[in-house]
């Protein structure tokens, strides 16, 4: 039971290569399925979130993180009828393009490539599933439906939208994207700033002390002490962040709901002529997720341990792209080879996007082992 404003596989402005209606599956199932197969789908397993993958075995990986997003976007997707399956791929696919090492590592690739034409994660998740995974037969990439790829292409430049044909051309002309797009955006928000405060206090890089000056955190908390007594440092966090996520999700969904009632919107394209996004938080929640969010930035993202390690992490994307563009002979021979036939057109930007895709598709492990590989003399190979 779709809303009429939810997106429907059947109004779908399809594949860029048409393909027969999948059999057992709505396109936007068959979207997710894609995704869930690909090879930089499982490489999110070992890709950072904010601690680097051998910090610890317990925190967030990008893997675990997109779950979260895909559950939170489902059940607010579900409880307001929109298209739950389209809202679960571009969860699901929303961090593909990311470099090793979080934002470090795409600032670091960034930089790079700013001779180039720059980098820029969300604009690199659509090149995954447009062009990068290449094992089908009949299509490079995955094929996605446009609704998943411009549910993917959450935010980019101008200057990148021109190059990009229809999927850009919202960017341009300053209109929405669907519904279930933008839930997939909120719900990321939403399952970052709740599990890095997990995260952070596992890490014992935060404290409850100092996460009480934080509103939304303090009510929640309070509220846990209040109902229980006895409980483990461990309960007691567990129980304030499923509070808030709750609180958060149901602000969400409400808020939403009652803009959809008042303006009614007929289809996904009166969505899509919106001056600003319908699916939010209400103007006082809006408030406490920015303060949350603000509080992490100081306290959790420039912490001293977080601030050192994201030092390194940029030295080894930043030393991995200059060995590896200034000797294209350094990469793998299937990279290679594409370097050399990209690089007849019109040169240096070619090779150096090349570069660019193979370093952003390293993990963590992968781009420490490269790093020591190439820069340690006494590693063989
Ligand atoms: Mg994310």
Redesign the pocket.
Known sequence: MLAPYACAPANSRGRLYPEAAPEHRSEYQRDRDRIVHSAAFRRLEYKTQVFINHEGDLFRTRLT??LE?AQIARTVARSLALNEDLAEAIALA??LGHTPFGHAGQDALNACMRPYGGFEHNAQSLRVVDDLEDKYAEFRGLNLTFETREGILKHCSLRRARQLGEVGQRFLKKRQPSLEAQLANVA?EIA?NNHDVDDGLRARLLTVESLCEVPLFARHHADVLEHYSGLSPKQVRHETIRRMINALVSDLTQTTQARLRKLGPADVDAVRAQPAPLVGFSERMRAQSLELKGFLRDNLYRHHQVHRMMFKAKRVVHDLFSALSSDLRLLPPEFFDQAEAAGRGDGAAARARVVADYVAGMTDRYALDEHERLYQPRRLR
């Open positions: 993180h997109s997003v929303h961090d990321d970052y």
